[in-house]
């Protein structure tokens, strides 16, 4: 069945600090990748989408992901946070007509 | 230019009753998407429709329904409700619902079950 794993339910990063987000799929075909953010209160904003090709991945807010097929994974990074990045992050796989989330990490930044 | 649009914002309901939710897509989006986020959690899938015909549906019993209207918004109607059902209900829309397409969100309604 297809699934997203995020093995993360929170983090907690300094403000300057790199970052990195783990999200596992587990999907039959070629997937289609999405990773959105959730501010409180909020609906859900696309961060970035992988569908082929260059398997790194640039996205909005200084956002990347790389997706390694060997590893069935789709992690998001960014190299300097900023105190405006704490959220909630969301992998997401498209399956047909549907999108199946992961649990969400939800990401601290300390001063 | 407008983003989806979801009302009401909040909503208090007790068990057994009835809740109608609403969505306007983006102008010029055809297909509408309904999730259902429950604390905690990711989105759930629960409906996409396109030009007014639903394309799919999660697992979700049949007490939901949903339908779509000529201007491409739509209603996702839910009876008897549970204490179960209290969630953050997320309406997306895109051009034309292939799974390619970006979806934008709403901001959501909060459903309370009592």
């Known amino acids: 069945a297809q699934s997203v794993t995020q093995p993360d339910i929170h983090i907690t990063v300094s403000e300057g600090a790199s970052l990195e987000l783990r999200c596992n799929y587990s999907?039959?075909?070629?997937?289609?990748l999405f990773w959105y953010v959730q501010s409180p209160g909020q609906g859900l904003q696309l961060l970035l989408k992988?569908?082929?090709?260059?398997?790194l991945v640039q996205g909005i807010k200084g956002f990347e992901a790389e997706f390694k097929r060997s590893q069935s994974s789709f992690n998001l990074r960014k190299p300097s946070v900023h105190w405006s990045d704490a959220a909630e992050y969301f992998c997401?796989?498209?399956?047909?007509?549907?999108?199946?989330f992961g649990a969400g990490t939800r990401l601290f930044v300390k001063a | 230019d407008a983003g989806v649009t979801q009302s009401p914002t909040h909503l208090i309901k007790t068990r057994g009753q009835h809740v109608t939710l609403r969505c306007s897509p983006i102008?010029?989006?055809?297909?509408v998407s309904w999730y259902q986020q429950v604390l905690g959690q990711g989105p759930q899938f629960i409906f996409q429709?396109?030009?007014?015909?639903?394309?799919g549906r999660g697992n979700f019993p049949d007490r939901f329904s949903a339908r779509q209207f000529p201007n491409y918004s739509s209603e996702l109607n839910v009876n008897a409700l549970l204490l179960g059902d209290s969630a953050l209900y997320l309406c997306?829309?895109?051009?034309?619902?292939?799974?390619?397409?970006?979806?934008?969100f709403g901001p959501g309604t909060r459903l309370t079950v009592l």
């Open positions: 997306a829309s895109s051009l034309d619902g292939d799974r390619t397409d970006t979806q934008y």
């Open positions: 999907y039959g075909a070629t997937p289609y």
């Open positions: 992988y569908f082929s090709g260059d398997t």
């Open positions: 997401a796989v498209g399956r047909g007509f549907k999108t199946i």
């Open positions: 102008s010029g989006h055809k297909s």
């Open positions: 429709y396109y030009e007014k015909e639903e394309r």
